[in-house]
Structures are given as C-alpha cells and as structure tokens.
C-alpha cells in the first residue's frame, strides 16, 4: 500500500507542471484503411495507416514573454496505428515528425530543430489533399523529390523563418544536413529552401525553391502551384521541376498535377492525375486517383478511393490500390 501511495505522488510530481502549464495543447491524428490490389504483380490486402493523413500525436504550446514576444515549441511524432510502432520516416526516433523550439512576435517566427521545409506544403494545390494515395505524393517521392507532402521534407538540424503579412506567407530555412536520404542511401550536405504563398478567397498561388547539397552536384527544384473555389468545384494543379536529383549529374525531373473537388452528397469527390517526365529516359509513369471523402464531423472524416500507378517499364508491373478508411483529428 505504501509503494502504491509513492508511485501516485511521484506521478502526481511529473504531470503537475503539464498540468500546471495551460497553454500546453495535446493533439493528433487516428488514421487507418483496409487496403487491397496488387502492386508489381504483388497481392495487397491489409490493414494500414496514415490513409488520409499519417496518424501521429504531438504537443505545442507557447509562453508570454512580454512586449508581444513568445516562445514556442512543438514535438510531434508519427506512428503506425496497425501495428503501434513508430514511424514510418528516414531515421525514426521520438518526435521523428517534428521537433523544434523558436520566439514569436509581430515579426514572425524563427524557429530551431527538425521541420518542414517550404515543400511539405503543397495541400492547397493537390486535390487528393497529399494524401497517402495522392498522385503528386506518390511520384515525387518516388522520384527522390524533396518538394512533396512526405519525410524528405523533414530537416534535420534547421533554423526556420516563418511570417504573415496579410494574404501573403513566406518561409525560409537553412539546414546543416546530415539526414541519411532513403532513396539513395547517401548523406546530403547543407540545403536551404524558400517559399511565397498567397491566398485570399476563392485563390491561392505559391512558389517554391530547394535546394540540397551533395558532394559532386547540388539537387535543385522547383515548385509553381495554384488553385481556384468555384463553389461548385474547386480544381488545384502545380508543375515542379528538379535537376541532379541525390547528387547526380543531369538526373533530371518534371512532374505536373491536376484535378478538381466536387462537393457531391454532403462529401466530396476528389479526381486527380500526375506524370512524372524523367529526363534522359524513356520512363513517364503516371498515377491517376478517384476518391471519396464524407465528413461526419469537424473531426472525424470517412474515406473510400482508387489509385493507378503506372511505371512505364516492362521491369516493374503496375499497382492498382483500392482504400477504404477514417480519419479521425484529436
């Protein structure tokens, strides 16, 4: 009885200053889907994670420092709800997602530590949202992009500037490397990037720059996105480019996305197609999606979609994925 006594004070001890600290938020995201079809002549058919949105859970939070300054920080980290492990990203660790600490004020924010570059955020300009069976999602990774909605646009060891000036967001960050790219097995070097986004309305427009050093050639690429609410449909695109993609000499990319939102039934229906043009080869795949979302509430989302990858090599077959999922924001 005593040892229960001293374990319930010990624990009353750690949680009192969380407890204590009321501007500290707890948040996250409970995804999973059932999967099934074939991906190079493989049968798929499981239960996954991160459909919509990759599960993970986090905490942010922020102080008054006085005279409209704050500090800031946030910790996140994903993890796979099918099975409970961490990940997936490059290097999984705690808050593999993000983890940083800054000051905020009138200027903006400046922050430092593991964070998405400017190229993480192309949502607005993808109408499969970068989800898991997004077209643009699926072929900029797959090309070694570092401009896309997944872990190549997590950095390591980075200082980040943040502001908003009416319609207008811009980022920058520099990075000092040293993140093992997956692709390629390689360690880039220093790498910085940029971004200009405006939205207002029924508009948004944004530009993005990166670019990642390696021994031999810098990895540079670009971004031009843009999409438009009609009200009866809203339709999104964006075309990138990349050149000397992991280090390489004349590796070069361009990949274009468009398609369109259709509110239909209280939901929406989401279409989109991607080709990825890699220079030098004969190898175009593209990617086309279908999908469905139905949102039940502020929070918890329902989805069902189709996705088709084709390669365009005799080497690899095509995938062809069907999903049906929820989603649900905490």
């Given amino acids: 009885m005593q040892k229960k006594l001293i374990a319930l004070a010990v624990a009353g001890l750690v949680a009192a200053p969380a407890m204590a600290q009321s501007n500290v938020t707890i948040y996250g995201v409970a995804d999973a889907y059932f999967g099934f079809g074939s991906d190079d002549n493989n049968d798929i058919s499981a239960i996954n994670s991160g459909g919509l949105a990759g599960s993970r859970i986090g905490f942010k939070g922020s102080e008054d420092l006085g005279n409209g300054l704050k500090a800031v920080f946030t910790l996140e980290q994903g993890y796979a709800i099918d ?16 983890a940083w600490v800054g000051l905020q004020g009138s200027f903006g924010t400046v922050s ?70 997956a692709a390629s097995g390689v360690s880039d070097d220093d790498k910085y990037g940029l971004s200009a986004a405006y939205a207002n309305g029924p508009v948004s427009v944004g530009v993005i720059y990166h670019n990642v050093g390696y021994a031999s050639k810098d990895q540079s690429e670009w971004l031009i996105g843009a999409s438009y609410d009609f009200g009866m449909a809203k339709v999104a695109g964006s075309y990138q480019a990349a050149s000397n993609i992991g280090g390489i000499a004349n590796a070069d990319s361009k990949l274009w996305n468009l398609g369109v939102i259709v509110p239909v039934g209280g939901g929406n229906v989401h279409l989109a197609y991607a080709k990825l043009d890699e220079d030098g080869t004969s190898v175009d795949p593209f990617s086309y999606t279908l999908a469905y979302t139905y949102p039940f509430s502020k929070r918890t989302t329902a989805y069902a979609g189709y996705q088709k990858l084709d390669y365009d090599t005799a080497t690899k077959d095509d995938m062809d994925l069907f999903v049906v999922g929820v989603n649900h924001k905490f």
Wanted: no cysteine; aromatic share 10%; hydrophobic share 35%.
């Fill in 83 to 98: 099975t409970g492990k961490a990940g997936p990203s490059v290097g999984d660790s705690v808050f593999s997602r993000q």
């Fill in 112 to 181: 430092l530590g593991r964070q998405y570059a400017p190229g993480y955020f192309v949502a607005d300009y993808d109408a499969l949202l970068s989800s898991a069976i997004s077209p643009q999602s699926t072929l900029s990774v797959l090309n070694g992009m570092t401009i896309t909605p997944n872990s190549p646009a997590r950095w390591d060891n980075s200082v980040k500037y943040t502001g908003s000036f009416d319609a207008v967001n811009v980022q920058a960050i520099y990075s000092m490397g040293t993140t093992e790219v």
